[in-house]
C-alpha cells in the first residue's frame, strides 16, 4: 500500500539549515505529485512546496529559502530548508497529490522542525 515517511527534523538555529526526506514505498515518484505541508501549533495547515515532473511550486514565504527535489532511484523527495526562521517551525508533513493543483490523498506521519535560539 501507499506509504510515505518523513525524517530529519530537529532543533536548529536562526539561520540554519535542514534537509527533511520524504521516503516513498507502494507506488513510483512518477505517478503522483508530492507536496510538503507544514502545520504550527494553532495554525491550519499550509502547503510549503510541490514537485510534479520537473515542475516545482513554492508558497511565498518560502521561495528562495527552500528547495524541493526528487530522487526517482531512492523513491525519496527532499525539502532542503536553508536560512531557517522561527516562524518556520511546525511539523512537517509529505504528501501525495495527483497534481500540485489537486488536494493531498496519502500523508505521512510528520517530523517535528523547530527553530530557535
Known amino acids: 500500500q501507499v506509504q510515505l515517511v518523513e525524517s530529519g527534523g530537529e532543533l536548529v538555529q536562526p539561520g540554519g539549515s535542514l534537509r527533511l526526506s520524504c521516503a516513498a514505498s507502494g507506488f513510483t515518484l512518477d505517478l503522483y505529485a508530492i507536496g510538503w505541508f507544514r502545520q504550527a501549533p494553532g495554525k491550519e495547515r499550509e502547503g510549503v512546496a510541490c514537485?510534479?515532473?520537473?515542475?516545482?511550486y513554492y508558497v511565498d514565504s518560502v521561495k528562495g529559502r527552500f528547495t524541493i527535489s526528487g530522487d526517482n532511484v531512492k523513491n525519496t523527495v527532499y525539502l532542503q530548508m536553508n536560512s531557517l526562521k522561527p516562524e518556520d517551525t511546525a511539523v512537517y508533513y509529505c504528501?501525495?497529490?495527483?497534481?500540485?493543483?489537486?488536494?493531498?490523498?496519502?500523508w505521512g506521519q510528520g517530523t517535528q522542525v523547530t527553530v530557535s535560539s
Open positions: 504528501a501525495t497529490r495527483k497534481t500540485c493543483n489537486y488536494p493531498a490523498k496519502y
Open positions: 514537485i510534479s515532473g520537473g515542475s516545482t
